[in-house]
């Protein structure tokens, strides 16, 4: 098991900056591939960022690609989200999660269901 506790959210103005950070306690953090996902009121939970376990590989969706950057401290045990440029479609609550470890090096995923364990979540809101 791996417990993941969320912070660094809040309220930012359009064109803003937040990071993210994901702490987490319980399992080796290491082993662990590890992603972003967010979701808004009556929308279903998207992909934001994934990164292998050991940091090498990243994946992005579309719409952050370019204004997102994903990141792992290993030795911390913490997983990051750097928010830059914002737009108010960034609004939503954003939770860190985990893969079940035992994964071929450099595994990475962008689905959902692979993921084992989350976080309860952060808000964040970008004004127009």
């Known amino acids: 098991q791996v417990q993941l506790v969320e912070s660094g959210g809040g309220l930012v103005q359009t064109g803003g900056s937040l990071r993210l950070s994901c702490a987490a306690s319980?399992?080796?953090?290491?082993?662990?591939?590890m992603g972003w996902f967010r979701q808004t009121p009556g929308k279903e939970r998207e992909f934001v960022a994934a990164?292998?376990?050991?940091?090498?590989?990243?994946a992005y969706a579309a719409s952050v690609k370019g204004r997102f950057t994903i990141s792992r401290d290993n030795a911390k045990s913490t997983l990051y989200l750097q928010m830059d440029s914002l737009k108010p479609a960034d609004t939503a609550v954003y939770y860190c999660?985990?893969?079940?470890?035992?994964?071929?090096?450099?595994?990475?995923?962008?689905?959902?269901?692979?993921?084992?364990?989350w976080g309860q979540g952060a808000q964040v809101t970008v004004s127009s």
């Open positions: 999660a985990a893969v079940a470890p035992s994964r071929p090096l450099g595994y990475y995923s962008t689905y959902e269901y692979e993921y084992d364990y």
């Open positions: 319980g399992r080796a953090f290491s082993s662990h591939a």
């Open positions: 990164v292998s376990s050991s940091g090498d590989s990243t």
